[in-house]
């Protein structure tokens, strides 16, 4: 009797240690999500900006890249990119501070004022008014600051 005890103590803590580190993964994975999400965003700013700029005129990039911007920040689930335990605090390689999870409603906050900015953009590309669309992604990267400036890490 006491084998069939021990071995399901073992294989209990097993499971344990098997949830354990599948979380780690997890949380090592949803780091590197997150980070391709920004990074996705940050090249279509760039190739707005780039237009807007005149380092390069292809123009016919900027409506796809402003809707493509506006998908991807719009479409991000909070509560699921950002779940708890994958700050700069857990030992991961990211720059999102502790204040995400410490002040969660001003992050939603800043994340739709960045929502909203990406539809002003959107909507200022469809003018193809360079001025406009300009202005717009000046207040983009207003938003995306302030919100950098509370939430993320130095580099």
Same mark, same amino acid.
């Given at each position: 009797?006491?084998?069939?005890?021990?071995?399901?103590?073992?294989?209990?803590?097993?499971?344990?240690?098997?949830?354990?580190?599948?979380?780690?993964?997890?949380?090592?994975?949803?780091?590197?999500?997150?980070?391709?999400?920004?990074?996705?965003?940050?090249?279509?700013?760039?190739?707005?900006?780039?237009?807007?700029?005149?380092?390069?005129?292809?123009?016919?990039?900027?409506?796809?890249?402003?809707?493509?911007?506006?998908?991807?920040?719009?479409?991000?689930?909070?509560?699921?990119?950002?779940?708890?335990?994958?700050?700069?605090?857990?030992? #991961?390689?990211?720059?999102? #501070?502790?204040?995400?999870?410490?002040?969660?409603?001003?992050?939603?906050?800043?994340?739709?004022?960045?929502?909203?900015?990406?539809?002003? #953009? #959107?909507?200022?590309?469809?003018?193809?008014?360079?001025?406009?669309?300009?202005?717009?992604?000046?207040?983009?990267?207003?938003?995306?600051?302030?919100?950098?400036?509370?939430?993320?890490?130095?580099?």
């Amino acid at each position: 009797m006491i084998k069939v005890k021990q071995i399901i103590v073992y294989v209990f803590m097993f499971f344990i240690l098997m949830n354990s580190y599948a979380f780690a993964q997890n949380a090592e994975e949803i780091v590197k999500y997150r980070k391709n999400i920004m990074k996705a965003i940050g090249s279509h700013i760039s190739v707005i900006a780039s237009n807007v700029k005149g380092k390069v005129v292809i123009e016919s990039d900027i409506i796809p890249h402003a809707k493509a911007l506006y998908l991807s920040i719009s479409s991000i689930n909070i509560e699921k990119t950002f779940p708890s335990n994958t700050s700069t605090n857990d030992n #991961l390689k990211t720059r999102a #501070l502790l204040e995400v999870w410490k002040k969660p409603n001003e992050f939603t906050l800043a994340m739709n004022n960045s929502v909203k900015k990406a539809d002003e #953009l #959107l909507l200022a590309a469809e003018t193809k008014d360079i001025k406009l669309i300009a202005k717009a992604l000046g207040g983009l990267g207003k938003s995306c600051g302030a919100c950098h400036k509370i939430f993320r890490k130095e580099k």
